[in-house]
Nanobody
């Protein structure tokens, strides 16, 4: 499985970005997907996840109401719409695929495949 994340960039506080993650090499529609982020010197933290059907979504408290995760199984792509961005959202954002359900979506150890990351920088 290969995951490629893109769409990051530099944006002012209050602005928006849309990240995309394209998957190849596996039946994308059968697997839950997640987004994580990692700021310099910090651990990789959960941001959002979506079930394989797209019917269930999960968010970190810090992004609820501002970020929206979605997926298009026909395009093998998962998205993260990020609105009302804050400087504290600055990080490298990673998409991940969960090969099989392990009980939750919130921890890095529950994902099997990772994209290369895309930098998001929010200026104040």
């Amino acid at each position: 499985v290969q995951l490629q994340a893109f769409g990051g960039g530099l944006v002012q506080a209050g602005g928006f970005l849309r990240l995309s993650c394209a998957a190849s090499g596996r039946t994308f529609s059968s697997y839950a997907m997640g987004w994580f982020r990692q700021a310099p010197g910090e651990e990789r933290d959960f941001v959002a996840a979506i079930s394989w059907t797209g019917g269930s979504t999960f968010y970190a408290d810090s992004v609820k109401g501002r970020f929206t995760i979605s997926r298009d199984n026909a395009k093998n792509t998962v998205y993260l719409q990020m609105n009302s961005l804050k400087p504290e959202d600055t990080a490298v954002y990673y998409c991940a695929l969960q090969g099989h359900y392990r009980g939750s979506y919130y921890y890095t150890g529950e994902y099997d495949y990772w994209g290369q990351g895309t930098q998001v920088t929010v200026s104040s």
